[in-house]
Every structure is written in C-alpha cells, then in structure tokens.
T-cell receptor, first 116, second 115 residues
Framework: ETGVTQTPRHLVMGMTNKKSLKCEQH?????MYWYKQSAKKPLELMFV???????ENNSVPSRFSPECPNSSHLFLHLHTLQPEDSALYLC???????????????FGQGTRLTVV | AQTVTQSQPEMSVQEAETVTLSCTYD???????LFWYKQPPSRQMILVIR??????QNATENRFSVNFQKAAKSFSLKISDSQLGDAAMYFC????????????FGKGTHLIIQP
C-alpha cells in the first residue's frame, strides 16, 4: 500500500461510452499526475496538477479530460475513445513540483483500460 | 526535451548473484534528479532508488546501488545478492523541466531471476 489508490482496476468500454477513472492519495501531496503505459513504449506523461492547478497538458487528445477538485483527488474523464487508447493508466503523486526531493513520485496500481 | 535510454530489454541473473542494469539519459537541466522504479506483475511502480545530480556520491539502498557518471550521463543500477522477489520490470527515469513536467521514463528492462 503506497497511499495512492486507483479505481477501477480494470475497465472495458465501447467507443461511444463515457467513463471516469479515479485516483485518491492519502500522502498529503500537492502534485498529481496521469501517465499512460502502453506495451513496448515508455510511460507517457499526460497531465500534471500542482496545488489543484493544471500545469501540464502533454498534447493529449480532448477525448481525455482531467479534473482535480482538490489535492487528494484526481479524475480522468473518458469519452469517445479509440481502440489505440487501450493501455494501463497510472496515477501518481509527489510532495510538490520542484520540491526538496525532486519529483519523487508515488504510483497507484493503475487502471487497465480496454476500448472495444 | 529529456530522453532516457535503456538498452537492455531483458536481463537474466542467477539468484544470489549481482546484476547491473544500464541507463543513459539526456537533459538540458543542470540540476535534476534520477530514479529507478520497479514494476512487478502487480503493476505498482515502486521507487527503488533516487539520485540527486548535484551529489557526486552514488546512492545506495540496501542491496541496490547506482553508478552515476554525470559527464557521461549514465545511471546504472546494481542489484547485489539477487532475490526471486527482485523479478520485475525496471524503469530508469529523469525529472523533466525542473519537475514541472513530471518524469521521463525509459522503455524498461525486464529482469528475470533464475533460482
């Protein structure tokens, strides 16, 4: 248990569905991240939030919509996804951006998303 | 932009032996952090070790140590006395944009421990 919890663990959705991924951290961190992990590719940063403010959108398609209502919760809203969006989506948190320990990130177990 | 290269897609080591995983990186930052993460089949990314670039001394965490060569932009991970529980994917990562851009990861090395 690293203090970062993601739900659901697995999700299968059709291309016309709307679903949301949830991430919650109990570490008192102020920065949260969404990463995408596809087979045979490095982890790709999608979004960064610092103190609830989005600081990075790494050219992610608009069919992915993040939401950070507070420093402990992060959502990723999904709509009209494509099969190539199937991947493991990892949430992470860190004390803060540019903090004294660098961007030492703590990860959740991920949501395995399959788009059919 | 930062890049991280892990040239070994897969490594195998006998239990109790020592193995070294290689990593090279490129960054325009003068002050940055480097990390090794482990991802077992449970999928949870777990921090193994962290190195501050401004520190010349190599980081050590129990059986895990790094060989940090700043000029060569090399950051290898040495695992001593390998154990079955060390079997996992290992990812090297560099902090990006002073931290504002999260972490840039390599493609990973799959470590197999042979009993």
């Amino acid at each position: 248990e690293t203090g970062v919890t993601q739900t659901p663990r697995h999700l299968v959705m059709g291309m016309t569905n709307k679903k949301s991924l949830k991430c919650e951290q109990h570490l008192g961190h102020n920065a949260m991240y969404w990463y995408k992990q596809s087979a045979k590719k490095p982890l790709e940063l999608m979004f960064v939030y610092n103190f609830k403010e989005q600081t990075e959108n790494n050219s992610v398609p608009s069919r992915f919509s993040p939401e950070c209502p507070n420093s402990s919760h992060l959502f990723l809203h999904l709509h009209t996804l494509q099969p190539e969006d199937s991947a493991l989506y990892l949430c992470a948190s860190s004390q803060e951006i540019r903090g004294p320990r660098g961007t030492e990130a703590f990860f959740g177990q991920g949501t395995r998303l399959t788009v059919v | 932009a930062q890049t991280v290269t892990q040239s070994q897609p897969e490594m195998s080591v006998q239990e109790a032996e020592t193995v070294t995983l290689s990593c090279t990186y490129d960054t325009s930052e003068s002050d940055y952090y480097l990390f090794w993460y482990k991802q077992p089949p449970s999928r949870q990314m777990i921090l193994v070790i962290r190195q501050e670039a401004y520190k010349q001394q190599n980081a050590t965490e129990n059986r895990f140590s790094v060989n940090f060569q700043k000029a060569a932009k090399s950051f290898s991970l040495k695992i001593s006395d390998s154990q079955l529980g060390d079997a996992a994917m290992y990812f090297c990562a560099v902090e990006s944009g002073g931290g504002a851009d999260g972490l840039t990861f390599g493609k990973g090395t799959h470590l197999i421990i042979q009993p």
